[in-house]
């Protein structure tokens, strides 16, 4: 009998032990982060359903900055443009790590996460288009509200029920969730921006191009480089396209080492230093600022989940994120010479699939850019960005936590035999 060729590599299995380490550091920024941004969803949310309503609605449309700048915003729109460049920086600069030192920079590790997350985009994409078919053309715009996964939500879950779980699960969720937000900077780019003016964003590459030059020769002063930064967003906002597309395009300037000299390069540096304040304050305040919106009780609830757009966004997080994720997961196992783990089962990856529906953070953003700040259709799109992702979190909870339990009791078998 003839054997079966061996395989490539195994799919979820452990990386080096330099990468396992860097990546159990920000699993525990992204945890207490994401238990920060439940927080400031539900003190928004409960502000919003509370008599004192109309204080919670002032505050996000306080207006701060020089107006001479065209920069005297609202803290709603501070929070979207300003705070949430920091969160798309500190991702950029993940992502080069991975791709430049980590694990990622071997191409067979590399296109499973990258395959998972692209399908994780088209699919939702393509169940929110079908769902709105027969709606007016506006419900289109929203297209890619179902396509965002927010890593520090679904970290926050699985630290919660998932403890025993192997780690290479929460290595590749973290992965696919860098990816995803990458896409989504490119789709919010792309599809999101309606007015460009072309002479600021010409303008933005001049402050980029001095900040390059400093950080690719070791620069690391903060009075040098963040007037720099801060000058190339202000200019990629005033022309037209989302002012977190700078924070990419900063990320991307940074070196993953500087030469020869010993010790973290200056894109590990800075995502050292920029992790927590993107974890611990931005995202919070823009989820403060942006989950809270009227439910006018249970029967305005159903009411605003029967629409045809929230229908749309709540079966793309539900369905169709998982649906992409695994499938496009099983056919690179199936087409390719990798193999699942002999540690996992694919109802581990399910579980896991079906978490990556949670989506927050850049859900609410691109709700926002898709309808607008306060509109009726933004209302609409919070309520079931919330109500699709707490169906997630339920979902993957209850899979998550029965093979937790499993793979506790290997533990305790494996540590009893010894």
């Given at each position: 009998?003839?054997?079966?060729?061996?395989?490539?590599?195994?799919?979820?299995?452990?990386?080096?032990?330099?990468?396992?380490?860097?990546?159990?550091?920000?699993?525990?920024?992204?945890?207490?982060?994401?238990?920060?941004?439940?927080?400031?969803?539900?003190?928004?949310?409960?502000?919003?359903?509370?008599?004192?309503?109309?204080?919670?609605e002032g505050l996000r449309a306080v207006k701060i900055g020089p107006a001479g700048l065209h920069l005297d915003l609202s803290l709603a729109t501070w929070a979207a443009d300003?705070?949430?460049?920091?969160?798309?920086?500190?991702?950029?600069?993940?992502?080069?790590?991975?791709?430049?030192?980590?694990?990622?920079?071997?191409?067979?590790?590399?296109?499973?996460?990258?395959?998972?997350?692209?399908?994780?985009?088209?699919?939702?994409?393509?169940?929110?288009?079908?769902?709105?078919?027969?709606?007016?053309?506006?419900?289109?715009?929203?297209?890619?509200?179902?396509?965002?996964?927010?890593?520090?939500?679904?970290?926050?879950?699985?630290?919660?029920?998932?403890?025993?779980?192997?780690?290479?699960?929460?290595?590749?969720?973290?992965?696919?969730?860098?990816?995803?937000?990458?896409?989504?900077?490119?789709?919010?780019?792309?599809?999101?921006?309606?007015?460009?003016?072309?002479?600021?964003?010409?303008?933005?590459?001049?402050?980029?191009?001095?900040?390059?030059?400093?950080?690719?020769?070791?620069?690391?002063?903060?009075?040098?480089?963040?007037?720099?930064?801060?000058?190339?967003?202000?200019?990629?906002?005033?022309?037209?396209?989302?002012?977190?597309?700078?924070?990419?395009?900063?990320?991307?300037?940074?070196?993953?080492?500087?030469?020869?000299?010993?010790?973290?390069?200056?894109?590990?540096?800075?995502?050292?230093?920029?992790?927590?304040?993107?974890?611990?304050?931005?995202?919070?305040?823009?989820?403060?600022?942006?989950?809270?919106?009227?439910?006018?009780?249970?029967?305005?609830?159903?009411?605003?989940?029967?629409?045809?757009?929230?229908?749309?966004?709540?079966?793309?997080?539900?369905?169709?994120?998982?649906?992409?994720?695994?499938?496009?997961?099983?056919?690179?196992?199936?087409?390719?010479?990798?193999?699942?783990?002999?540690?996992?089962?694919?109802?581990?990856?399910?579980?896991?699939?079906?978490?990556?529906?949670?989506?927050?953070?850049?859900?609410?953003?691109?709700?926002?850019?898709?309808?607008?700040?306060?509109?009726?259709?933004?209302?609409?799109?919070?309520?079931?960005?919330?109500?699709?992702?707490?169906?997630?979190?339920?979902?993957?909870?209850a899979i998550l936590r029965l093979r937790n339990n499993a793979y506790r009791r290997i533990e305790q078998a494996s540590f009893a035999e010894e």
């Amino acid at each position: 009998m003839t054997q079966a060729p061996p395989r490539g590599f195994r799919l979820f299995s452990p990386g080096s032990w330099s990468e396992a380490r860097r990546v159990v550091d920000i699993l525990r920024t992204e945890t207490v982060g994401g238990a920060l941004l439940l927080a400031g969803a539900l003190l928004g949310m409960l502000w919003a359903n509370s008599p004192w309503s109309e204080a919670y609605e002032g505050l996000r449309a306080v207006k701060i900055g020089p107006a001479g700048l065209h920069l005297d915003l609202s803290l709603a729109t501070w929070a979207a443009d300003g705070l949430l460049a920091i969160f798309f920086f500190v991702a950029g600069l993940e992502l080069k790590r991975e791709f430049v030192a980590g694990d990622l920079r071997d191409p067979r590790r590399a296109a499973i996460p990258i395959a998972a997350a692209v399908a994780g985009v088209l699919v939702p994409a393509a169940v929110y288009l079908l769902i709105t078919s027969g709606a007016d053309a506006e419900a289109a715009k929203g297209w890619a509200v179902p396509t965002a996964t927010d890593i520090a939500f679904a970290l926050a879950v699985l630290a919660v029920i998932g403890r025993h779980l192997p780690a290479a699960l929460r290595t590749f969720l973290l992965t696919l969730a860098v990816v995803d937000d990458v896409l989504a900077i490119v789709i919010i780019a792309l599809f999101y921006t309606e007015h460009l003016a072309p002479l600021p964003l010409l303008a933005a590459s001049a402050p980029l191009a001095v900040f390059a030059f400093l950080v690719r020769r070791g620069v690391r002063s903060w009075w040098l480089l963040l007037p720099l930064a801060a000058l190339a967003w202000g200019l990629v906002h005033a022309s037209g396209v989302h002012a977190t597309v700078a924070g990419v395009l900063l990320a991307f300037t940074v070196p993953v080492a500087v030469g020869r000299r010993p010790g973290p390069g200056l894109a590990e540096h800075f995502e050292h230093r920029f992790r927590p304040l993107s974890a611990g304050v931005a995202v919070p305040v823009f989820a403060f600022l942006s989950a809270g919106v009227p439910l006018g009780g249970p029967d305005g609830l159903a009411e605003a989940l029967a629409d045809p757009v929230a229908l749309a966004v709540v079966a793309g997080l539900v369905i169709g994120k998982p649906v992409g994720v695994m499938a496009a997961t099983w056919l690179m196992a199936r087409f390719t010479r990798a193999d699942l783990d002999e540690n996992l089962a694919w109802v581990d990856v399910l579980g896991l699939s079906i978490l990556a529906g949670i989506g927050f953070t850049v859900s609410l953003l691109i709700g926002e850019l898709a309808f607008g700040i306060g509109s009726e259709r933004d209302g609409l799109t919070k309520i079931a960005v919330l109500t699709g992702s707490l169906a997630a979190a339920l979902l993957a909870a209850a899979i998550l936590r029965l093979r937790n339990n499993a793979y506790r009791r290997i533990e305790q078998a494996s540590f009893a035999e010894e």
